[in-house]
């Protein structure tokens, strides 16, 4: 069964750049035709997709986030991750990384499974 | 972005009870609309994808329908481990925009 682990520091002070990396395990990274991404959720609030990428360094980025965000991939390592640049105390969330499914191609439907545990990254000086 | 609001934002309901949670997008997104179900403390799982398409897995009182603007989650028979909070999402286009939540409740 497919499972996958955020790893990261879960204290970073603002205006620095957070970083996290997911570990895939029990899959390849290459495999099928899966895009793999990262949604955060600030405590008590609702959900907010961050970006995504596929295998081949293809990415797909909210634009919110665009400006700051970097998405890359580790095919060698089964890893992904995700940086965040100059973040403030808004960053605050629980981020989640996922294996997205992708029915023909991106803009024919995607959906998130399985996702990994979640970590928690605080923004704070 | 496209809006995605869900009502109602909170529910109550009993074990065996009928419940619809009802997911509006701010424009057309054909039928690119899926359901995640989320419990304190975890990560959200699928429950249906592209309106319809019942994940792998999950229980048949799970049903999903719609398509263009309007959509509906249907449990058909509440199950004590069904309470958490239901949160909809359009991958019609970037960003794919979550929906507020709806927790269902005791």
């Known amino acids: 069964q497919l499972r996958l682990q955020e790893s990261g520091p879960r204290l970073v002070k603002p205006s620095e750049t957070l970083s996290l990396t997911c570990t895939v395990s029990n899959g390849s990274i290459t495999s099928g035709t899966y895009y793999w991404g990262w949604v955060r959720q600030p405590p008590g609030k609702g959900l907010e997709w961050i970006g995504s990428i596929f295998y081949s360094g293809s990415t797909y980025q909210n634009p919110s986030l665009k400006s700051r965000l970097t998405i890359s991939v580790d095919t060698s390592r089964n890893q992904f991750s995700l940086n965040l640049s100059s973040v403030t105390v808004a960053d605050t969330a629980v981020y989640f990384c996922g294996r997205q499914h992708v029915l023909d191609g991106w803009y024919s439907g995607h959906w998130f499974d399985p996702w990994g545990q979640g970590t928690l990254v605080t923004v704070s000086s | 972005d496209i809006q995605m609001t869900q009502s109602p934002p909170s529910l109550s309901a009993s074990v065996g009870d009928r419940v619809t949670i009802s997911c509006r997008a701010s424009?057309?997104?054909?039928?690119?609309l899926n359901w995640y179900q989320q419990k304190p403390g975890k990560a959200p799982k699928v429950l249906v994808y592209?309106?319809?398409r019942l994940q792998s897995g999950v229980p048949p009182r799970f049903s999903g329908s719609g398509s263009g603007t309007d959509f509906t989650l249907t449990i058909s028979s509440l199950q004590p481990e069904d309470f958490a909070t239901y949160y909809c999402q359009q991958s019609d286009s970037i960003p794919g925009t979550f929906g507020q939540g709806t927790k269902l409740e005791i």
């Open positions: 592209a309106a319809s």
């Open positions: 424009q057309s997104i054909t039928r690119h």
